[in-house]
Nanobody
Framework: HVQLVESGGGSVQTGGSLRLSCVVS????????MGWFRQAPGKEREGIAA???????SYVDSVKGRFTISRDNAKNTVYLQMNDLKLEDTAMYYC???????????????????WGQGTQVTVS
């Protein structure tokens, strides 16, 4: 019933920037906490950023100061601005939604119910 579609991934050199977008449909967007996650080959999926209904944001330490999560409720869209990209940022990036009423750590993937298809980010 809920669909998330990511876009904006690609290849970039170290120090460069990318902006990822995630469009949500099928349910009231404002009812969800939104998060960005990534998974690199051979590594576990990790939560990197989240934004709650009231606009409160959370980040994993490795991206603080470089990545910014934001949302445009009128467009049912969440963004991830990624600056000063590093080699270790290479991963598949996923957008996810946590329904109203869910609880737990906002960067824990197990607390999210709906996922996008992923968009690849490659830094070289």
């Amino acid at each position: 019933h809920v669909q998330l579609v990511e876009s904006g991934g690609g290849s970039v050199q170290t120090g460069g920037s990318l902006r990822l977008s995630c469009v949500v449909s099928g349910h009231t967007y404002s009812d969800y906490c939104m998060g960005w996650f990534r998974q690199a080959p051979g590594k576990e999926r990790e939560g990197i950023a989240a934004i709650e209904r009231d606009g409160k944001t959370s980040y994993v330490d490795s991206v603080k100061g470089r990545f910014t999560i934001s949302r445009d409720n009128a467009k049912n869209t969440v963004y991830l601005q990624m600056n000063d990209l590093k080699l270790e940022d290479t991963a598949m990036y996923y957008c996810a939604a946590r329904p109203e009423g869910a609880s737990g750590w906002v960067l824990d993937s197990e607390n999210y119910s709906y996922w996008g298809q992923g968009t690849q980010v490659t830094v070289s």
